[in-house]
């Protein structure tokens, strides 16, 4: 029986968010610079988004580039950037084919020009499509997003638009950059770090969280439906006790 099969279809995540880490370690096990290891990476995104897609999952957030990782030295950056514009416009037909429809979080005024007009063209061009939808973490982190957060809320208790009374978890999560997006299941981050790295601290309150030694150009299929299955194999008690969830 293959990995796949053995997934309870009607136990998948709705939403599972993937730090994608180790492309640099990848590539100075084979002597190579760092950007080859992110080139190699852009083949895991794809079959993980393929894989999301064929399973029927509804969301897939990728964390792709933090706030923290401007401050690499800066040829790394740019060519960061580049494989960025060079991927967005080469992958869009892979988009259309599996009906997934892209989007974005973070601080999109920081990309470069060249990196915004391409995500907006793929953006729009995708904006029909309703399948999975396909979220990248861009200039993102979870302190800016949570920042932005407060200052809507108090924008809108200062515009009389909204009581002090009535700030509660949903206010909260409708003024996240994740808004109208369930809350990940799963978290996996590949790699071996275990560490959140400022990603989703608000939205992974609960989530279940995986991790694994694999280096992120290396993630293939079978390693998601590895994460699924271990995820299947998990009790989420959301603070009750086992014999309550039982029932
Ligand atoms: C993840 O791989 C990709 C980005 C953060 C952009 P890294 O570049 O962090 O690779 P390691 O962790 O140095 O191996
Ligand atoms: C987290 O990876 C950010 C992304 C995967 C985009 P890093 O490699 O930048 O994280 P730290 O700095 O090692 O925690
Ligand atoms: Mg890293």
Redesign the pocket.
């Known amino acids: 029986m293959s990995l796949k099969d053995e997934l309870i279809q009607d136990r998948l995540p709705s939403h599972v968010a993937i730090i994608?880490?180790?492309?640099?370690?990848?590539a100075k096990k084979r002597g190579n610079a760092?950007v080859f290891?992110?080139k190699h990476?852009v083949t895991a995104v794809r079959e993980a988004t393929e894989t999301a897609a064929e399973l029927g999952i509804k969301y897939l957030t990728l964390y792709?580039?933090?706030t923290e990782?401007w401050n690499r030295p800066k040829t790394e950056v740019d060519a960061?950037m580049s494989l960025l514009v060079s991927t967005i416009s080469a992958e869009t037909s892979t988009l259309m084919k599996n009906n997934v429809k892209l989007n974005t979080i973070g601080c999109k005024e920081e990309l470069p020009k060249s990196v915004q007009a391409k995500l907006n063209t793929c953006i729009e061009k995708t904006s029909e499509n309703t399948g999975l939808t396909l979220t990248l973490a861009l200039s993102y982190s979870s302190r800016w997003e949570i920042i932005e957060a407060v200052k809507r809320v108090a924008a809108d208790v200062k515009a009389d638009k909204l009581n002090v009374e009535d700030i509660n978890a949903d206010v909260i999560s409708d003024k996240m950059a994740t808004a109208g997006i369930p809350d990940p299941e799963l978290m996996i981050r590949t790699?071996g770090?275990h560490r959140i790295s400022n990603f989703l601290l608000w939205q992974l309150a609960y989530s279940e969280l995986y991790f694994c030694d694999i280096?992120?150009p290396d993630f293939r299929r079978d390693d998601f439906y590895r994460a699924l299955l271990d995820f299947q194999g998990r009790e989420r008690r959301f603070g009750k006790t086992g014999d309550q969830i039982k029932k």
């Open positions: 994608m880490d180790g492309n640099g370690r990848w760092r290891g992110h990476g792709a580039f933090s990782n960061l790699s770090e280096l992120w």
